[in-house]
Every structure is written in structure tokens, then in C-alpha cells.
Nanobody
Framework: QVQLVESGGGLVQAGGSLRLSCAAS????????MGWYRQAPEKQRELVAQ???????NFADSVKGRFTISREKVKNTVYLQMSSLKPEDTAVYYC?????????WGRGTQVTVSS
């Protein structure tokens, strides 16, 4: 059974930084990508950042230049480094892993950015 466990969320002032971690436990086969979505109150879930098994990355336009994504292959862990945080980054951040034939999701971690 694969589980994704997120950590690193919390409360930070605007302009500050946080690093989210997502560790996958269990055996993951056919992993193609890992990444993060977020969902703010009364808004749709949106893709924040993704990194593929080949190392390619993509980001939401709203976070480009402020967030970076990285991974430790051996640990099946992905990190989201968030800098220059804004109040509009406030959301629950969900980690995911795309594999063949299914996806896995974490339970989410709250990020709150105060103005």
C-alpha cells in the first residue's frame, strides 16, 4: 500500500518562505511524475508544480520564479520550496504521484500566508 505523507506547512508572513516535503512510503512502480496541487477556499484545485521521472519540471504561472520543485529519487520524496510567499498562496497543498496504472494523493497540508 502506497502512502504519501506531506509535511512542512504552516503559517508564514508575506514575503517569507516554506518548504513542503512529500514522502512516499511503500513500493511505487511505474512512477512517471510527482508534484503538488493546491486548493484555496471556494476555489478549484490547481496544479502548482510537477517534476517528471526524467527531471522535467513545470509550474503554474502564478508561482514561476518563486517556487521550485525537487526530488530525491532514492527516497521517493519530492520537495516544494516556496519563497516570496503571498497571501494568495494560502491553500491546502496536496502531494500526488502519477504511476501506471493509478495516481496517489496525500491528505494535504495547510499553508497560510498572512499579510
Amino acid at each position: 500500500q502506497v502512502q504519501l505523507v506531506e509535511s512542512g506547512g504552516g503559517l508564514v508572513q508575506a514575503g517569507g518562505s516554506l518548504r513542503l516535503s512529500c514522502a512516499a512510503s511503500g513500493s511505487i512502480f511505474g512512477l512517471t511524475a510527482m508534484g503538488w496541487y493546491r486548493q484555496a477556499p471556494e476555489k478549484q484545485r490547481e496544479l502548482v508544480a510537477q517534476i517528471t521521472s526524467g527531471g522535467s519540471t513545470n509550474f503554474a504561472d502564478s508561482v514561476k520564479g518563486r517556487f521550485t520543485i525537487s526530488r530525491e529519487k532514492v527516497k521517493n520524496t519530492v520537495y516544494l520550496q516556496m519563497s516570496s510567499l503571498k497571501p494568495e498562496d494560502t491553500a491546502v497543498y496536496y502531494c500526488y504521484a502519477l504511476t501506471v496504472p493509478r495516481d496517489y494523493w496525500g491528505r494535504g497540508t495547510q499553508v497560510t500566508v498572512s499579510s
